[in-house]
Each structure stands twice: as C-alpha cells, then as structure tokens.
C-alpha cells in the first residue's frame, strides 16, 4: 500500500538557518504530493502541493519538488523564522474516489533567535 | 466560501464513558469526510472515510464508530472509551471526483484526554 517516510525529528534551527525536511513515498500509479502544517494547537493547514513529476511547489518561502525517480518531495527553506516553529506533515493523495490522503508521522520544527 | 467545524476543542473523559465528537461542513454539498487521529508522538492515521450519507469505511478496526446522518455532518463515536483513544482528532473534508480534488480542509481538532 501507499506510504510517506519522513525524517525524524525534533529539527531545532537558528532564524535563518537553512531548513531541509526529507520525505519520500511510496505508491503505485502516480499519487499526487502534499506538505502540511500544524501550528501549535491547530488543525492542519495546506502549505504546498505537487501533482506531477518535476512539478515544484511553492509557498510562503517554502519549496518542494517532486522527484519521481527518487521518489522524494523534500521540504525547503532558506531562512526560516520563529513564526515557521510548527510540524510538518508530508503526505500523497491515491487515486480513487475517497481520494484520501496518507500521511507521514510528521516533522517537529523548532526556531530559535 | 467553505468552512468546517469541529467540536469540541479539548475534552476530558474518564475511562468506560461514551463519546461523541461533531463535524460540520458548510458552503458546500456532498463532500468525502473524513476522521483522522494523531496520538502522542505519531502520525496522523486515518481511521474512517465517507464518500454519501450513511457510507462509512474504516481503515483500521478498533473501539471507535463514524456516522454520516446528513451530507454535511460527520460523527465520530465511542460507547466505552480507552485510555489508548486519547489523542488529537481531526475532521476533513474534500470535494468527491478525483478529477476536481484540490486538497483536504481540516477542521480545528479536538483534543481528548482518557483518563
């Protein structure tokens, strides 16, 4: 069945360090590629997709492309900020009616002036 | 514009004791739904899905329950708790089609302590 590895955390950052969080999957077919995140004490929020080979997606800063021969959509930033202390969940949406997405176990990260 | 709503937000509950928790989506019809629970240091995991009224999947059997009374309200249920169900909840909706799906929206959660 499908999966989402993810690596583990806590990952503890200076502001405006670098940040790399690795995700890789797998699935069959061609799933599409999802990085969530979770604020403190709230629900999800949709931070970026891909939904093809090669596609890059982008938001607030934060990039992902999604490498079909590695199987990998790593999560990317270049200076990360207090505010982006939150957990990152990476996830793939099979194809189907329900359309659910999995998940993996998600990415502690924690930013420090 | 759509919107879902999860209750409650944080709730306390002694071993044995039933549970009911509430999503409700608005400004849009026929949704999938969905109830996932993230526990203390995992992941989420889904546990059921919906695609109509009265559908319900589980993905993985344990102590818990979902009902789709209407297309818009999701119930997530229990009628003896475990100390193992105490955990953070999280509703979720999506649009049904695959060729139309975007993302999933995700309620607040709710966040349950078994005690």
């Known amino acids: 069945g499908d999966s989402v590895t993810q690596m583990e955390g806590p990952v503890t950052l200076s502001e405006e360090a670098f940040l790399t969080i690795n995700c890789t999957y797998t699935a069959t077919g061609y799933p599409s590629l999802f990085w969530y995140v979770q604020y403190p004490g709230e629900g999800l929020q949709l931070l970026l997709k891909a939904t093809k080979a090669d596609d890059k997606g982008s938001n607030k800063g934060f990039e992902a492309t999604y490498r079909k021969e590695t199987t990998s959509f790593h999560l990317e930033k270049g200076s990360v900020q207090v505010s982006d202390s939150a957990v990152y969940f990476c996830a793939l949406k099979d194809t189907g009616t329900a359309s659910k997405l999995t998940f993996g176990t998600g990415t502690r990260l924690q930013v420090t002036l | 514009s759509q919107t879902i709503h999860q209750w409650p937000a944080t709730l306390v509950q002694p071993v044995g004791s039933p549970l009911s928790l509430e999503c409700t989506v608005e400004?849009?019809?026929?949704?999938?739904l969905y109830w996932y629970r993230q526990a203390a240091g995992r992941g989420l995991q889904l546990l059921f899905y919906?695609?109509?009224?009265?559908?319900i999947s589980s993905e993985v059997p344990q102590n818990l329950s979902a009902s789709r009374p209407q297309d818009r309200q999701f119930i997530l249920s229990s009628k003896k708790l475990l100390l193992s169900d105490s955990g953070f909840y999280l509703c979720a909706w999506s649009v049904t089609g695959t060729g139309m799906w975007t993302e999933a929206f995700f309620g607040q959660g709710t966040r349950l302590t078994v005690v």
């Open positions: 919906s695609v109509g009224i009265g559908q």
């Open positions: 400004g849009t019809s026929n949704p999938n």
